[in-house]
């Protein structure tokens, strides 16, 4: 069985950075793309970048490019995401999913709260 | 930017029908995936590739495609089902996007 599993809440300051970690387990970690999506308080889901582990090729949501950058360590079969130059509008649920055409978002991350706040 | 539109809420009475729908421009040339999402839990998927169902998700769940739209159907709906659904697609850049939200209500 698929497991991804996300690294703990963190509370940072305005103008820090975050970097949220992702580890999967029960499958082979290349052969799909890892998504990074984040949930304000009471909002929607907003996705926000993924990486194809294969290739080590990452697309960014245009309203986070220059503050965002994922990145993958295949011998450990972990993905990460690290946000900076945070707001307090970063504040958010941050969730890592295992993505393909075929399956969509079959398997999510339990998710990391990341808190901004001076 | 590319945007997916939903009603934000939908209320249906137990074992009747309830329908959610989601528009967007390219949907008639990009898939489009549903997720269901109870209060303090990470998104289910429940419909891949416009109308199929994954392993373990009910029956009573479907989804269909017409043109610009995208239609999740839950029939013969029960207290479970209540939550937040969210369509998701991409556009012909590979952007992906969620579409707001609805809130499905089971009085």
């Known amino acids: 069985q698929v497991q991804l599993v996300q690294s703990g809440a963190e509370v940072k300051k305005p103008g820090s950075s975050v970097k949220v970690s992702c580890k999967a387990s029960?499958?082979?970690?290349?052969?799909?793309?890892i998504h990074w999506v984040r949930q304000a308080p009471g909002q929607g889901l907003e996705w926000i970048g993924r990486?194809?582990?294969?290739?080590?090729?990452?697309r960014y949501a245009q309203s986070f490019q220059g503050r965002l950058t994922i990145t993958t360590d295949k011998s450990t079969s972990s993905a990460y995401m690290e946000l900076t130059n945070l707001r307090s509008d970063d504040t958010a649920v941050y969730y890592c999913?295992?993505?393909?055409?075929?399956?969509?978002?079959?398997?999510w991350g339990q998710g990391t709260l990341v808190t901004v706040s001076s | 930017s590319y945007e997916l539109t939903q009603p934000p809420s939908v209320s249906v009475s137990p074992g009747q029908t309830a329908r959610i729908t989601c528009s967007g421009d390219a949907l008639p040339k990009q898939y489009a995936y549903w997720y269901q999402q109870r209060p303090g839990q990470a998104p289910v998927l429940v419909i891949c590739k416009d109308s199929e169902r994954p392993s373990g998700i009910p029956e009573r769940f479907s989804g269909s495609s017409s043109g610009t739209t995208v239609t999740l159907t839950i029939s013969g709906v029960q207290a479970e089902d209540e939550g937040d659904y969210y369509c998701q697609s991409a556009d012909s850049s590979g952007t992906y996007v969620f579409g707001s939200g609805t809130k499905v209500t089971v009085l």
């Open positions: 990486i194809i582990p294969m290739f080590d090729i990452s």
């Open positions: 999913a295992r993505y393909s055409e075929v399956t969509g978002h079959d398997y």
């Open positions: 029960g499958g082979t970690f290349s052969t799909h793309a």
